[in-house]
C-alpha cells in the first residue's frame, strides 16, 4: 500500500528545512546542527529560542537582548485576562487556543505581516504563552493570578507565576530541560499544520493557533496527559505486578499505550533519555519514586512485546507529576516550550513561501453520476 492511501504521509518529505534533523534510525535530534543532547546539557530554552530563529548560538548581548524582549512580553493584555476569567472551565489546550487568538488583537503588529513584525510576533507569543498556562494554572488550583517577574528567566517566571513562590534551581533547570526538549521537531504534525497556514499567506498568530488544535490530540501532544491518568488509574501503591498486568491486559485488548511508538524514531526518543532521568531525580527527591518505577515496569513490558520505544510523552508525564504540575497543563506547557519551533518553521516558511497544496488519490463513485431530481433518487 502506498503512502499516501495508508493515510499518513509517512516518509514522504514535504519540504525542506534548516531548523530540525532527526535520525530515527540512530535516535539523533538535533537543532541547527546541535545535538539535543549538548543543548539538554548546557543551553537555556532562550539560547534555543535564538538558535531555532536564527540557526546560530547567541553571543552574551544577543541572548541578554532576547531575555530583555521576552520580560517586556511576558504581561497579558487586560483584554485577554477578562477572557480568559470569562470562560467556563474546560481543556487547557481549548483557552490556549482561544486566548492564543485573542492575543492576535492586541498584538502591536497585528496588521504587519513584514518579516520584521513576524519576528517581533514571534517572540511576543512565545514570552506570552507561560504567562497563559501559569495563569490557566493559578485560576485551576483557585489562587489569585501572579504578574510575571521581569528578572526571571522563562523556566522560571513560569514556575514562579504557577506556584506563588520563587521556585528551587533543580525545579527550574529541571524546568528549562523539559523546554529545550520539546522546542522543536522537524514537520511533526502541529508544525506541519502551522506551516500549511502560513503559505497561505495568513499570519503568524493564525498559524500558531493551528499548531495549538493539532498538538491537543492524545496522538500527538495531548499523550502527555493520557500517561498520566494511566497512571493514577493504577495509582501509585500499585506492584510492579500489577502494573505488568495492567499493561499485558492493555495490549492483548489492542489498546494503544500513550507515549510509546513514534513515527520517525525506531529506537529510544533521545529526549525520552533526559526526561526518564529526570522523572526518576525529582521522583526521588519529591519523596514519591514509585511513578517512576512503575513507569519503569511498564516501559520493560511495552519494550519487550511490542519493541516499542518510549517518546518524548512518556517520562515527561511523572517528571511534571512529581514537580507538582496539575495534569491539565502538560499538554500547554508542550506548547509553551513548542512556540518557539512552530514560530520558526513558519518564518521559514514565510521566506521562501510557496502554498502548500497536495493531491488526494481520488477513490469515491465513478464519474459521471446521473443528477436526479430530488424525487426520483
Ligand atoms: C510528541 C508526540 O507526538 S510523540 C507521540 C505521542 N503519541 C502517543 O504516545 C500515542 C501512542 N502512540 C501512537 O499512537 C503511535 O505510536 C503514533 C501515532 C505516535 C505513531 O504511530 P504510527 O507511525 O502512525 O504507527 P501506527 O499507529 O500505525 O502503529 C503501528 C503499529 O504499532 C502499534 N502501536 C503503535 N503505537 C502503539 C502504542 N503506543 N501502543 C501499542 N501499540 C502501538 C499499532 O497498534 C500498530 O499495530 P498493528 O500494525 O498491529 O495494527
Ligand atoms: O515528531 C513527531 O511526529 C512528534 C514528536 O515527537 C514531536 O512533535 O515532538
Excluded at 492511501?5 to 525542506?16: N, P, Y
Excluded at 518579516?115 to 504563552?129: D, E, F, I, P, S
Excluded at 521581569?150 to 520563587?166: C, D, E, I
Excluded at 521556585?167 to 522537524?186: C, K, N, Q, W, Y
Aim: a neutral charge.
Amino acid at each position: 500500500m502506498s503512502a499516501a492511501a495508508k493515510g499518513g504521509l509517512e516518509d514522504v518529505v514535504a519540504t525542506s528545512s534548516s531548523i530540525c534533523f532527526i535520525d530515527g534510525e540512530r535516535g539523533v535530534l538535533s537543532y541547527c546542527g546541535y545535538d539535543v543532547h549538548d543543548l539538554a546539557q548546557s543551553a537555556t530554552f532562550e539560547e534555543v529560542c535564538y538558535l531555532l530563529w536564527h540557526r546560530r548560538l547567541p553571543n552574551r548581548a544577543e541572548l541578554g537582548d532576547l531575555q530583555s524582549q521576552f520580560a517586556a512580553a511576558r504581561a497579558l493584555p487586560d483584554g485577554v485576562v477578562r477572557l480568559m476569567r470569562s470562560l467556563p472551565p474546560g481543556d487547557g489546550m481549548d483557552l490556549l487556543r482561544t486566548l492564543a487568538s485573542a492575543l492576535s488583537h492586541y498584538d502591536p503588529d497585528a496588521s504587519d505581516n513584514s518579516a520584521a513584525a513576524n519576528y517581533r510576533k514571534a517572540v511576543r507569543l512565545t514570552a506570552q504563552m507561560g504567562t497563559l498556562v501559569a495563569s490557566y494554572g493559578r485560576m485551576l488550583q483557585g489562587g489569585g493570578l501572579i504578574a510575571p517577574d521581569t528578572s526571571l528567566s522563562q523556566a522560571a517566571n513560569f514556575l514562579y507565576m504557577l506556584k506563588g513562590n520563587r521556585p528551587d534551581p533543580t525545579s527550574v533547570r529541571a524546568f528549562d530541560i523539559g523546554l529545550i526538549l520539546h522546542a522543536d521537531h522537524e514537520l511533526n504534525a502541529s508544525t506541519f499544520a502551522a506551516r500549511v497556514c502560513a503559505a497561505t499567506l495568513s499570519d503568524v498568530h493564525s498559524a500558531v493557533v493551528a499548531g495549538i488544535g493539532t498538538l491537543k490530540g492524545p496522538l500527538h501532544g495531548g499523550a502527555n496527559a493520557e500517561v498520566m491518568k494511566m497512571l493514577l488509574d493504577l495509582g501509585e501503591d500499585a506492584t510492579d505486578d500489577r502494573a505488568e498486568a495492567f499493561v499485558r491486559g492493555k495490549l492483548a485488548r489492542k489498546e494503544k499505550i500513550s507515549g510509546f511508538g513514534h513515527r520517525v524514531y525506531k529506537t529510544e526518543d533521545p529526549r525520552a533519555t533526559h526526561l526518564r532521568r529526570m522523572s526518576k531525580e525529582l521522583g526521588e527527591r519529591a519523596g514519591h519514586p514509585r511513578w517512576f518505577q512503575i513507569s519503569q515496569r511498564i516501559e520493560q513490558v511495552v519494550t519487550s512485546e511490542k519493541k516499542l520505544f518510549p517518546n518524548v510523552d512518556f517520562y515527561s508525564a511523572s517528571t511534571y507529576y512529581t514537580m507538582g504540575i496539575p495534569i491539565d497543563l502538560y499538554t500547554p506547557i508542550f506548547a509553551v516550550s513548542r512556540v518557539s519551533g512552530w514560530t520558526a518553521h513558519i518564518l521559514e516558511q514565510l521566506a521562501n513561501n510557496r502554498l502548500i497544496r497536495p493531491r488526494a488519490d481520488y477513490v469515491g463513485p465513478t464519474y459521471p453520476q446521473r443528477f436526479l431530481p430530488r424525487d426520483q433518487r
